[in-house]
């Protein structure tokens, strides 16, 4: 499978932004969705997942009641609704895919999309 991440760009401190991972492939909702971030420096970091059928969700402590991971498998694409956004956001944002269950760990998923720049000023 393929990935796509799409919608990063600058945004001031409070704005909103939402990231589009395309997919493609007809397999697409066989798929556990991650989303990631990296920021110079650091670490690639867990930031937000969904099942396959977007039931269920799960977030990291540092954007939960921010951030709104969704799924439209018709459309073969994950979105990521980003609000409220801070300047320790700013990193570049990794979608990725796996089979079986929701996980933080970046080594778990098999594909990655190329990344997509979310900058936020103060």
């Known amino acids: 499978v393929q990935l796509q991440a799409s919608g990063g760009g600058l945004v001031q401190a409070g704005g909103s932004l939402r990231l589009s991972c395309a997919a493609s492939?007809?397999?697409?909702?066989?798929?556990?969705v991650g989303w990631f971030r990296q920021a110079p420096g650091k670490e690639r970091e867990f930031v937000a997942a969904i099942s396959r059928s977007g039931r269920s969700t799960m977030y990291a402590d540092s954007v939960k009641g921010r951030f709104t991971i969704s799924r439209d498998n018709a459309k073969n694409t994950v979105y990521l609704q980003m609000n409220s956004l801070k300047p320790e956001d700013t990193a570049v944002y990794y979608c990725?895919?796996?089979?079986?269950?929701?996980?933080?760990?970046?080594?778990?998923?098999?594909?990655w999309g190329q990344g997509t720049q979310v900058t936020v000023s103060s």
């Open positions: 990725a895919v796996r089979v079986g269950i929701m996980i933080t760990i970046p080594d778990g998923y098999n594909y």
């Open positions: 492939g007809s397999t697409f909702s066989t798929y556990v």
